[in-house]
């Protein structure tokens, strides 16, 4: 690419101090940008409207209109608009004000050259990255996950049927999986499904209740059984008659209140706490745990006869780790989700970031991912989540487990060469050493490292790549491995060995 078609970033100051706005233009044009001035929010605003600039640095103290009414029209004109305010009143209401009607960020006066610099660099980045999302496109349709339970790989396939299976019958159900995995909403389907379907689903966390009170919970009691019983109680399992219960983390479940459970299930009747009398139940016990019941049973701390008579059909919810390829499908339902609750506006992210989600380790599981999806979408200042939209941590993994930022960066240009043309030109005025911004450049980046001894270099670019393709084509296997002009089965290794 020449340099006649590389397109310099043009910059907008809106200031009504004329020396501000020379001061800030100085600085500006020496990294070679395009500035245009603006000596008044409202003609600021004009030039917006007519032609948009890829930033705009805004004053927040004018005459006639303020620096927050032109953001908030300017906003409102171009919501893709990045703007970055100037003030020399660091004040708490500035701060929010210029957050909450969607402010890149903003400057404090007087400036800090080299804090400018950095701030229209990293302002102009996330415009190119946003340029580059395009155009919304859901990967699913969320009608057709009415369950909450989402994913297409095989490991999912393998829940769905067990689902399907069980449904019919009354049989009771266990569900192992670390936290996050989504073990309550299997309960939540198979119950949906079933003929309980319009009777009660009462889930119980067994960890969250004290042992001394969990019996109350579960089963009620007289008045007058215990101190503070002033009254009679109807337990969970009364309550449910004819419906499901979901006893969640059943391994912190307490040796005595085991043993009720397992009355349960033998006889189908319970007997409040400090009450003679017995009562008839028809309940259906699904159980689950994050925890080995078969070690638990070893160390005598989990009963052997209550654990075969929960254990009459397993479901494992596998890692969110092992089921990666399902991780573009997630995402895309939270945001719908969220869109749809009015929680969040964004319904898109980058392929940066989507890369960013797809190399994450993932300890918390699909809750983990969901908390991180919410937080960046409310944070995010654009029309998509931006991997600067991520809490820090996730940024910080994602970028331990790829390697140096050099490194990053070379794999970067090689599976996108000219994903930022107009960074090119401003890299050529920086004074530090920049990534490669060419195919030839990242090629000879990545060449110069193995012949070095970083024999991990070519791993990570095959895995950037494998990455981006999946990323690309929301998950699909069959689709990323015609991108990359390979066959399925090849790709499949790949991932196993790379990713």
């Known amino acids: 690419m020449t340099s006649d078609a590389v397109k310099i970033p043009t910059i907008l100051v809106i200031d009504d101090d004329a020396e501000i706005r020379y ?21 600021g605003v004009a030039m917006v409207k007519k032609s948009p600039p890829d930033l705009v640095f805004l004053d927040v103290r004018m005459s006639g209109m303020s620096g927050i009414e032109a953001l908030q029209h300017i906003r409102s004109a171009n919501p893709k608009q990045l703007v970055i305010l100037m003030t020399a009143f660091g004040t708490a209401q500035t701060a ?38 395009g155009e919304y496109k859901p990967i699913i ?10 994913g297409s790989s095989a490991v999912m396939q393998d829940v769905f049927k067990i689902i399907g299976q069980v449904t019919a019958s009354d049989v009771t159900v266990m569900i192992t999986g670390e936290s996050g995995t989504g073990k309550e909403l299997v309960a939540r389907s198979i119950w949906k499904h079933s003929h309980r379907a319009g009777k009660a689903f009462i889930a119980v966390n067994c960890a969250a209740i004290p042992d001394n009170l969990i019996e ?107 089921r990666k390829d399902d991780i573009p499908q997630i995402v895309d339902f939270c945001l719908q989700s969220l869109v749809k609750q009015r929680k969040a506006r964004v319904a898109k992210v980058s392929p940066e970031a989507m890369a960013v989600l797809t190399r994450h380790h993932w300890p918390g599981n699909v809750r983990e991912l969901e908390n991180v999806i919410y937080r960046s979408a409310v944070i995010a200042q654009g029309d998509a989540i931006l991997v600067k939209d991520m809490p820090g ?38 004074g530090t050493v920049e ?39 929301g998950g699909d296997e069959g689709k990323a491995a015609h991108r990359l002009g390979v066959s399925r089965a090849i790709l499949q290794k790949k991932v196993k060995a790379n990713c």
């Open 393 to 430: 941590e996730i940024r910080e993994l994602a970028g331990a487990s790829a390697g140096s930022a050099g490194e990053l960066a070379a794999v970067t240009a090689v599976a996108e060469p000219t994903r930022h043309p107009e960074t090119a030109a401003v890299a050529e005025t920086r």
């Open 96 to 133: 929010i004000e210029a957050m909450k009607y969607g402010a890149f960020d903003y400057v404090m006066k007087p400036f800090d050259p080299a804090k400018v610099i950095a701030l229209a660099e990293n302002a102009l980045k996330a415009h190119a990255d946003l340029r580059a999302v």
């Open 216 to 322: 109350s919970e579960l089963f009620g009691h007289e008045k007058g059984s215990f101190t503070g019983a002033t009254g009679q109680r109807i337990g969970k399992f009364e309550l449910c008659d004819g419906g499901t219960i979901f006893l969640d983390e059943i391994g912190d479940m307490a040796l005595a209140t085991q043993t009720k459970i397992l009355r349960v299930l033998q006889q189908g009747d319970i007997q409040r706490v400090g009450g003679t009398e017995t009562v008839r139940v028809d309940v259906r016990i699904i159980a689950a745990t994050n925890k080995d019941l078969e070690e638990m049973v070893k160390a005598k701390t989990f009963r052997e006869d209550l654990y075969y008579r929960l254990n009459v059909v397993r479901i494992r919810m596998p890692p969110l780790r092992d």
């Open 23 to 43: 001061s800030l233009s100085r600085v500006l044009s020496s990294r070679q940008y395009q500035v245009l001035e603006a000596a008044s929010g409202e003609l």
């Open 141 to 150: 349709n969320i009608e057709d996950y009415r369950e909450g339970i989402v």
């Open 435 to 473: 990534a490669p911004q060419t195919l030839e450049g990242a090629l000879d980046f990545v060449f110069e490292q193995l012949s070095r001894g970083e024999t991990s270099m070519l791993a990570r670019v095959e895995r950037e790549l494998i990455t981006r393709a999946l990323a690309a084509e």
